[in-house]
């Protein structure tokens, strides 16, 4: 039997991050020239939480849109996983609790 690939094999590696106070019409612009789809969200002490494109359009279409940041309307609870975990794991995982991304972080907290 073959054994699952680990997510590392398939992460983006380095993703571009925003700072929390990065205003959302930037971070719809670095989203849109970068081509994709969710952004980690770095807080004071580390990746606070991640932005996706839906969350970022949504906002900008409020009147008050313009004037809201990354971690005003960020997801702040996000789905980290090991680079080590297997697809299946992560898969299974994100289809049972609806998540739309999953953050790869080694055994120090830092992303990768």
Not at 23 to 41: E, I, S, T
Not at 57 to 80: C, N, W, Y
């Amino acid at each position: 039997m073959k054994k699952m690939p680990q997510v590392r094999a398939f992460m983006t590696p380095l993703p571009q991050t925003v700072d929390g106070k990065m205003p959302l019409m930037q971070v719809h612009c670095l989203m849109r020239d970068m081509g994709v789809r969710h952004l980690p969200v770095k807080g004071p002490n580390g990746i606070a939480g991640y932005v996706s494109g839906r969350m970022v359009r949504e906002a900008l279409a409020d009147r008050f849109g313009s004037v809201l940041t990354a971690e005003e309307i960020m997801s702040g609870d996000p789905f980290i996983v090991s680079p080590d975990t297997e697809l299946d794991q992560i898969a299974a995982e994100m289809a049972e609790e609806k998540y739309s991304c999953a953050l790869v972080e080694d055994t120090d907290g830092k992303l990768l």
